[in-house]
Each structure stands twice: as structure tokens, then as C-alpha cells.
């Protein structure tokens, strides 16, 4: 268990996330669905279409049109080229032009999973795009901050302000998060075990030492096979939250989760499907840790994914039964996730 706290010698501390990658047979439905779901779309040459953010980063999210739907995989920053270079000498690999928009410097591995991680360097960065300013402004019973100054917001995509988190199923917890941790320095912020002890979901930051970072870049659950379970992004505030909710379901898309409060990472959060089915969360006022702050330890339990709002949909929970032969573990995990969490929920 120390083991997957944080890695005593990391090879590199990364310091962002930047981008994810899917393969897509409708490329035109997913088009539809980056820009109501509040990405931009950029004018890039060759196959791929790209989409920005309106925040720094030069794209958040690479679809290559394919005879599949899949996750390809994700892109972390580093801090600077060193990184990549120490990276080379451990991993055998080279640092190599990075050929997407942003340019710059990339080191290409594959996760245990089979999964595409990229490490850039020397990337430019956007000017960020224009986005109302956050309510931030709240009235409370004894403190009256907000007066002659009402909330007028309309009902319009979430701005995209950058990626989130990505959040991963694994059938090899501790191989697969020891991999990130040792590469590029996550600290898990929260661990959840199931009965006997073994870690089945854990969130991991980035280590920024005393600069805040997310309560989690990434997290993994432990699950029969390796899937992307959804892929996050940050938007102004609560309002956008709401609103962007508004624009999808005038748009027709699928709605997933939300909106509620989740308790690990705090996010107030809303979740929505694309066109092949893999799940976006758009997310305001998640949790800031900075590198000291411990980790939290706490049994898996369903009711531990969210605070208030509605019930884990069925599309949320593990199919079960899980195939003979599955670890104990997995048996375990389901039924945490499968145990009615509250009194009036089944
Ligand atoms: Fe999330």
C-alpha cells in the first residue's frame, strides 16, 4: 500500500495535462458533439481534426477518423526538455519532433495497458480565447457580496477551459498506477479499498510541490480489461456547468450523470455521452492540493463517489456477473459499486 502513496524517486515530475486521443468512425458525429460540448475546433492539416480549449493549451483533443472507436491515449507536460531526456535514458526510447499542433518536443511510451502517453516539451501555447467572467460573487445568509448585481447566464456550450483528469480501468491497479507514479511523479490524493485492503480506485495528482495542482490528473479503478471510463474537462463555474447541461439536451446528446457534487476532488460535475459512447465530465470548483498535502485512505463504497445529486446511472456500474475466473478483487469491487449507497436508492 506505501508503495502507491507516492514514488520516493520519480524519474520526472510532469507538470500538466494537455490533450486526449480517440480514434473515431464518425468523425462528423463527434465533430457535432467537441463543439456543443464546448470545444473549438482548429483548421489543422492531415487526417486528424483537432480541438482547442479556450484556455492556454495548443489542442485538447485529437480525433483521427479510424474503422474503430477507441481511446488512444493522453499527453502530460514537462517541465522542461531534461525531463524528456531523463525519461530516454530509463525508457530506451528517443525524443522525437512532436508532429500535432503546439509543436515542439515529444517522448512516445505505451503504458502497461497498451495505452499512448506522450511527454512534450517546448509546446506553444495559445492565447487563451474569450469567456465570461466566473460568479464567483455568492450571497450567504450573513455575508450579502452580491447586491444590485443579478446572475444573467444563457444557455450555451461550456467553455472548455482545459483538460481535467482522465479516469482509466485497469485490471492491474498497483502495476498501472506504480507505472505513472514512477515516470512522472503522481501522488495519490485518495485511495479506495475494497474489503481485504487491496486498492481498487485510487486519484492522482500531478506533484507541483508547493503550486496547487488537481486533486487528480488521473485515476484508475481496477476492472476486467483496460477502458477509458470518462475523460474530464474544467469550464468557468457552476452556471457553465448548468448551462452547458441546457445546450446539450437542446442538442439531443445523451446525458449520463449529474449535475452533483462528487466528495473525492470536490468537483461539482455533470457527465455526458459522445457519439461512441465513452462518457466527458464537465466539472467546476474541483479540489487544489498542493505536494504535502496526505493521502486519504477509504473503503470503496458507491456512496463515496458523489456528495448530492442523482443516484450512479446504470451506465455508471459494473455490467456484472463478472466472468469465472475473475480476481477476487473484481468480485470485490463490484459489489462496492453495486450496494445501495443511500436509503431511498436500490
Ligand atoms: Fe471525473
Known sequence: MNSLLRHQDPILHADRL???VFNRRDPDAMDR??????????ETSGRSRHYRGYGKAPFCVEVIPADEDSFVG????????ADLQRLTQVEGVAIEPNDGPGGGLRVRLTDPDGRRVDLLAEIAELDPLPIRAPFVSIN???RNVRVNAPIRSSAEPSPVLRMGHVVLQTPDFQRTAEWYMHR?????SDLCTVADGTPALGFFRLDRGDTPADHHSLAFLAGPAPAVLHVSTETIDIDAVGQ????LR????THAWGTGRHVLGSQFFDYWKDPAGDEWEHYADGDLMTADYPTGQHPLARGGLWAWGDDLPES???PGPLPEGAPPFSRAVVDALLTPPRPWMR
Open 33 to 42: 458533439f467537441l463543439r456543443d460540448f464546448g470545444f473549438v475546433s482548429l
Open 18 to 20: 494537455t490533450h486526449v
Open 74 to 81: 493522453f499527453a502530460l507536460v514537462a517541465k522542461d526538455v
Open 140 to 142: 450567504t445568509p450573513n
Open 184 to 188: 512522472f511523479g503522481f501522488i495519490a
Open 316 to 318: 455508471l456500474r459494473p
Open 244 to 247: 452547458g447541461q441546457q445546450h
Open 250 to 253: 437542446a442538442r439531443g446528446w
